[in-house]
């Protein structure tokens, strides 16, 4: 079992640039696909970016395709998500989530297939 919990979100104005980070305690993280997806109030949950652990494959979702760079650090067992370029509809609830991957190769869209998920941290995004 892997035990996450996101950081960096925070007040930032439109065009501006925030780093979320997603540390991970518990087995070894390394095998695990993580993906970061969103909240906003009224609003579905909309997957943002995902990363494998062993083949660097990444996937992003298109209203970010661009902007955001996801990227990790098995080393500090936390997974990054670059934001640039913010606007006001990226304000939302931002939640990173992990499965495990024997394969390695999972940059996993859709948020259905990962188990484990961390409590959240706000970004919110002023014009």
């Known amino acids: 079992q892997v035990q996450l919990k996101e950081s960096g979100g925070g007040l930032v104005q439109a065009g501006g640039s925030l780093q979320l980070s997603c540390s991970a305690s518990?087995?070894?993280?390394?095998?695990?696909?993580t993906g970061w997806f969103r909240q906003a109030p009224g609003k579905e949950r909309e997957f943002v970016a995902a990363?494998?652990?062993?083949?660097?494959?990444?996937n992003y979702g298109d209203s970010v395709k661009g902007r955001v760079t996801i990227f990790r650090s098995d080393a500090e067992n936390t997974v990054y998500l670059l934001m640039n370029n913010l606007r006001p509809e990226d304000t939302a609830v931002y939640y990173c989530?992990?499965?495990?991957?024997?394969?390695?190769?999972?940059?996993?869209?859709?948020?259905?297939?990962?188990?484990?998920w961390g409590q959240g941290t706000q970004v919110t995004v002023s014009s």
């Open positions: 518990g087995r070894t993280y390394s095998s695990y696909a």
């Open positions: 990363i494998s652990w062993s083949s660097g494959d990444t």
């Open positions: 989530a992990a499965h495990l991957d024997p394969t390695g190769r999972l940059a996993t869209t859709n948020s259905y297939e990962y188990n484990y």
